[in-house]
């Protein structure tokens, strides 16, 4: 099913050895019959996924692509050729939605359309058309962040698809396993007691999508960097010693919303993490070819991505919930994330 598979710290890369052959039509004909509408081919989270989730593993490539991406039990997964290039965006994204599915439950991402597959790319107008985005809003870079990290309950895990690799020199993705944190912040005693501090300090992070907006409502939610890994359900994935939330442009709007929460040692902390995180871990850096899937545990590794010119670069984002969206406390995360 997958072959060529190599390991580089927390992440394995794998190169498909499968077809889909008629099981692409099978899974889009499940999901006719169940979803009203594709919400312009984005989905959403559907009323019965605990069902439709049983109906689709029945799907032999779903089922062998899920046994074998989870029989790797890595923190992030690298496959070449998925075998959905070319295809059809409603049939691209229903395949999508159809792995999510059988991986967890994926979540909304955008709270007015409740889109779950949200296309990562140059946006040179907003929907409604009313606003140009900046130059840095379209390519910039993303400094190195786990999602939802300002919500009480961030996704255990998101995909990336790249339906159409950047042709320029930037647009690399990047990865930092939570060990990896870990082993930069032992370095020096500094670095050691911020770890402990982050690890127990009620940290603020502000929710961007409010001070996106000027509001005067300003939302924070407050949860150490560093949590403990949960108890582990049998066939889950392994985890390491501790779970991240991170995000250092949230912490620091965060701290000045709160600064009964603000202390030097914990500006010191938190200036020691944004070091590791942008510079001193040891991290992944690649352009995805097209036709990769990239499937991330957010829990337990950083991500970000290097700033990129060409405005064609385009991927697919799915965020995936471990427990059913009825069972969910918040909101997922910003779309933008
Ligand atoms: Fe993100």
């Given at each position: 099913m997958l072959t060529c598979i190599s390991h580089i710290g927390g992440i394995a890369f794998a190169k498909s050895g499968f077809s889909w052959d008629a099981d692409l039509d099978l899974i889009f004909e499940i999901l006719s019959k169940h979803f009203d509408h594709f919400n312009d081919n984005g989905?959403?989270?559907?009323?019965d996924e605990v069902e439709l989730r049983k109906e689709l593993a029945r799907v032999p490539t779903l089922a062998h692509l899920t046994e074998g991406l989870r029989g790797l039990r890595t923190n992030g997964t690298v496959l070449y050729?998925?075998?959905?290039?070319?295809?059809?965006e409603e049939r691209r994204n229903a395949a999508l939605y159809a792995l999510t599915l059988m991986l967890g439950y994926p979540t909304s991402t955008?709270?007015?359309?409740?889109?779950?597959a949200w296309d990562v790319r140059a946006r040179p107008v907003e929907e409604g058309g009313r606003r140009f985005t900046t130059f840095s809003e379209r390519v910039g870079r993303a400094d190195m962040h786990t999602d939802s990290?300002?919500?009480p309950m961030p996704e255990e895990q998101f995909i990336l698809y790249v339906v159409n690799a950047a042709r320029c020199n930037g647009g690399h993705s990047l990865l930092i396993d939570a060990e990896d944190i870990h082993t930069a912040l032992q370095r020096t005693p500094e670095g050691r007691a911020a770890f402990e501090l982050l690890g127990t300090t009620p940290v603020p992070f502000r929710v961007p999508a409010v001070y996106a907006a000027g509001d005067d409502n300003v939302e924070v939610f407050v949860a150490p960097v560093f949590g403990p890994t949960k108890i582990k359900r049998s066939g889950s994935r392994p985890g390491p010693r501790f779970t991240m939330r991170w995000r250092y442009d949230s912490i620091v709007k965060g701290l000045d919303a709160r600064p009964d929460l603000d202390t030097p040692a914990l500006r010191d902390a938190v200036e020691l993490m944004n070091e590791a995180a942008e510079t001193g871990a040891d991290r992944f850096c690649e352009q995805l070819p097209t036709d990769t899937l990239m499937v991330v545990d957010n829990h337990h590794m950083l991500h970000g991505r290097t700033t990129y010119t060409?405005?064609?670069?385009h991927l697919v984002r799915i965020r995936i919930s471990d427990v059913p969206n009825a069972e969910r406390i918040g909101p997922s995360g910003v779309s933008k994330d």
């Amino acid at each position: 099913m997958l072959t060529c598979i190599s390991h580089i710290g927390g992440i394995a890369f794998a190169k498909s050895g499968f077809s889909w052959d008629a099981d692409l039509d099978l899974i889009f004909e499940i999901l006719s019959k169940h979803f009203d509408h594709f919400n312009d081919n984005g989905f959403y989270a559907h009323p019965d996924e605990v069902e439709l989730r049983k109906e689709l593993a029945r799907v032999p490539t779903l089922a062998h692509l899920t046994e074998g991406l989870r029989g790797l039990r890595t923190n992030g997964t690298v496959l070449y050729g998925l075998g959905l290039e070319g295809l059809p965006e409603e049939r691209r994204n229903a395949a999508l939605y159809a792995l999510t599915l059988m991986l967890g439950y994926p979540t909304s991402t955008d709270q007015r359309t409740g889109r779950v597959a949200w296309d990562v790319r140059a946006r040179p107008v907003e929907e409604g058309g009313r606003r140009f985005t900046t130059f840095s809003e379209r390519v910039g870079r993303a400094d190195m962040h786990t999602d939802s990290s300002f919500y009480p309950m961030p996704e255990e895990q998101f995909i990336l698809y790249v339906v159409n690799a950047a042709r320029c020199n930037g647009g690399h993705s990047l990865l930092i396993d939570a060990e990896d944190i870990h082993t930069a912040l032992q370095r020096t005693p500094e670095g050691r007691a911020a770890f402990e501090l982050l690890g127990t300090t009620p940290v603020p992070f502000r929710v961007p999508a409010v001070y996106a907006a000027g509001d005067d409502n300003v939302e924070v939610f407050v949860a150490p960097v560093f949590g403990p890994t949960k108890i582990k359900r049998s066939g889950s994935r392994p985890g390491p010693r501790f779970t991240m939330r991170w995000r250092y442009d949230s912490i620091v709007k965060g701290l000045d919303a709160r600064p009964d929460l603000d202390t030097p040692a914990l500006r010191d902390a938190v200036e020691l993490m944004n070091e590791a995180a942008e510079t001193g871990a040891d991290r992944f850096c690649e352009q995805l070819p097209t036709d990769t899937l990239m499937v991330v545990d957010n829990h337990h590794m950083l991500h970000g991505r290097t700033t990129y010119t060409d405005e064609k670069r385009h991927l697919v984002r799915i965020r995936i919930s471990d427990v059913p969206n009825a069972e969910r406390i918040g909101p997922s995360g910003v779309s933008k994330d």
